[in-house]
């Protein structure tokens, strides 16, 4: 019975008791989940501390999911890597940022894959996946942001010729949809 009153509890009842709460015990509450996990005091210091490196943290998680050190046996955890630009988005709601990551997301997973040899079917679907998404950001994006990334998608195009599963061609064919005259500034566009 314990275990069914456990799985009953919502955020409704812990916001009842919190709205009966001081501002003291309010902080001191966020100071205990501040302490309790790297990830809550991530989202903490995305959330109030706006800085110039409040990607970071969020970069060396995907870097360390979707590039890991392959010598020491680290696995590929690509559900790791869109964590934390879930979480990151989730904390900010910082649209740039979080292209930014998902930019970083697509970028290592592909010179993983140049560094490291072809990987599987699920991985590129993946990084098709975070490249389809930008795409779709950077249509309704201010010319600005879309002059300043589409270099980027044009260089991970370019280095992934000769990747299996079909990428390649995925990114060509994505990439010359999404914005023409891409496939006309020097890097191939065909598989």
Known sequence: MAKKQQVDKRWSDIRAVLDTQGSAQLLEVARDLYALSQENRDFLN???LA?????DSYKKAIDAAIYPNVYQSKPIRV???KKAISQYTKATGDQAGTLELMMYFVERGNQ???DFGDIDEGFYSSLESMF???????KRSDPEVVEGLLPRLVAI?????GICWGYHDYLCEALAKA???AAEDGAT???
């Open 112 to 114: 993983f894959t140049v």
């Open 189 to 191: 566009t065909h598989g």
């Open 179 to 181: 914005f023409p005259n």
């Open 79 to 81: 559900s790791v890597a």
């Open 157 to 161: 195009r370019g280095a992934a010729e």
């Open 51 to 55: 800085s110039e490196n409040r990607l």
């Open 132 to 138: 389809a998404r930008i795409l779709e950001t950077l």
């Open 46 to 48: 995305a959330r109030y």
